[in-house]
């Protein structure tokens, strides 16, 4: 009788590990595939599965993006810079069959070929390029990703490039040459005003030369704006200085005149006129006569 109780409480011991074992519970986001005797049955989908242990073995399979950091990697790029360059890969199952058959562990090989992938990208191009054009080398290794892992059954939704970190030296040599860049253009701006400026200037003398009382009204709001300030100074337009000096050199003039003494008197010789005899006023010799000619 003992024995016939230990039997039966063996029994159901076993029975409950099998039914155990037998029960399977595939999630929602989730894909089971299922191997009997080794060979390939089908997939189970979501839900309460059962499976005859000891012979059929259910593997699940996520099919939820996966986010996968690339580790950073030394690359020297085309132009022969050394630049360390991390990224990220998301992707998902979309085949779990081939995702189990095709490839022992699919997050390792997604993780080795990204990292193969991205130096050989990156190295294709410039240091300029790679700062600039990430969306493109973004794209590239996409591409290159998922014509390698459609046979794994996996898609690679994107790939971004993380970080990029640059040698000390070239950080400094970036940054003088976009100082210089900024003074450059600094420069073209101000040459840029200096020429707008003397178009204007230009065309203000114009204005001036048409009408002359312009600038007396322009001389004249200078004083006023000069004159806001609390200060000792005093200022002349030039064209007051000009008639001031003008007024000065006419006065020092009429003091010489005044100030000049008359000739006197004995120096002014009587002009004598002319004789009615003579032509001209010149004298002609005097007639002798002999006393016989008396």
């Known amino acids: 009788m003992e024995v016939l109780v230990f ?13 155990a074992m037998a029960v399977k519970i595939v999630k929602q986001y989730e894909k089971g595939v299922l191997f009997r005797f080794g060979r390939l049955v089908g997939t189970r989908d979501p839900g309460l599965r059962i499976i005859i242990p000891f012979v059929d073995v259910l593997h699940r399979v996520s099919l939820r993006i996966v986010t996968m950091p690339i580790q950073s990697q030394g690359i020297i790029t085309r132009d022969n810079v050394s630049v360390d360059v991390s990224a990220v890969a998301y992707f998902r199952v979309v085949d779990a069959v081939k995702s189990v058959i095709a490839v022992e562990n699919v997050h390792a090989a997604i993780n080795q070929i990204a990292q193969t992938t991205l130096r050989k990208v990156v190295g294709q191009h410039t240091l300029d390029e790679t700062l600039s054009e990430t969306d493109r080398i973004n794209l590239d290794i996409r591409e290159i990703l998922d014509v390698t892992t459609a046979e794994w059954g996996v ?30 253009r600094a420069k073209i701006i101000n040459a840029e005003g200096e020429s707008l400026a003397a178009a204007a200037l230009g065309d203000a003398s114009d204005t001036m030369m048409a009408h002359p009382l312009a600038l007396q009204l322009r001389n004249l709001q200078s004083l006023v704006e000069i004159g806001v300030d609390k200060n000792t100074t005093v200022v002349f337009p030039a064209p007051l200085m000009s008639t ?9 003039r009429e003091s010489a005149a005044a100030t ?14 002319p004789t009615p005899n003579t032509p001209n006023g010149v004298p002609r010799p005097c007639d002798r006569r002999t006393p016989e000619a008396v």
């Not at 039997?7 to 039914?19: E, K, N, P, Q, R």
């Not at 000049?260 to 006129?273: E, F, M, S, T, V």
Request: glycine share 4%.
């Open 7 to 19: 039997l039966l409480v063996a029994v159901a011991v076993l029975a409950v590990i099998a039914l």
């Open 155 to 184: 898609q690679v939704t994107l790939v971004e490039l993380k970080d990029i970190q640059l040698p000390d030296t070239m950080k400094r040599a970036m940054a003088r040459q976009a100082e210089a860049e900024r003074e450059k």
């Open 244 to 252: 001031i000096g003008e007024l000065g050199s006419f006065l020092a």
């Open 260 to 273: 000049d003494p008359a000739p006197p008197a004995d120096l002014i010789k009587a002009i004598p006129g």
